[in-house]
């Protein structure tokens, strides 16, 4: 008799897809609807649920038909690194500016990969930060300060 196999991650990834989209197509029933033509506040978030649900149907079903590797060990270096750096965004913002916290932000998250090296993470950080500047500041004319109190002079 022939054991069954399949792809482990990705039938998580599609059945984590497929609740949170179910869930948020609920939470969007509660709301007005509207139609196609004039839309209420729950229509768009109904629809994009509905894509939710639909890419991780086709995701599941697709991982049912392929033999996958086996789940790694937990990653804690991803963990260590990722989680906090939108914390330390967050919390130095205002004080250094857009620019720093954002160039230290992208440097802290650089380390989660074992492969990147402190020259690549510093040029990875700095093209990002110059970027970002250039997209949000003056591309978009947001208003926000690009380099805050505690780096002025």
């Known amino acids: 008799m022939k054991s069954i196999s ?5 039938a998580i990834c599609g059945a984590l897809f497929v609740a949170t989209g179910a869930f948020f197509a ?3 029933l509660g709301l007005d609807l509207g ?7 729950g ?4 629809v994009l649920a509905c894509v939710l649900v639909l890419l991780g149907a086709i995701i599941f079903i697709q991982a049912l038909r392929v033999e996958g590797e086996p789940i790694d060990p937990f990653a804690w270096r991803g963990m260590l690194f990722i989680l906090p750096a939108p914390v330390f ?3 130095t913002v205002r004080g250094l500016g ?5 160039f230290f932000t992208a440097f802290i998250a650089c ?3 074992q492969k990147m090296n402190v020259v690549f993470a510093i040029i990875l ?3 990002l930060t110059i970027f970002s500047v250039a997209v949000f500041s003056y591309g978009l004319g947001l208003p926000f300060e690009r380099f805050g109190p505690w780096v002025r002079f």
Do not use: E, K
């Not at 139609?35 to 506040?41: E, F, I, Q, S």
């Not at 229509?43 to 109904?46: A, D, N, Q, T, V």
């Not at 857009?98 to 954002?102: D, E, K, Q, S």
């Open 89 to 91: 965004f967050g919390l």
């Open 43 to 46: 229509y768009f978030p109904l």
């Open 26 to 28: 609920i939470q969007s």
């Open 35 to 41: 139609t196609a033509v004039r839309m209420g506040p």
């Open 111 to 113: 380390f989660a990969s």
């Open 125 to 127: 950080s700095l093209l």
């Open 6 to 10: 399949f792809d482990t991650t990705n």
């Open 98 to 102: 857009f620019a720093p916290a954002l």
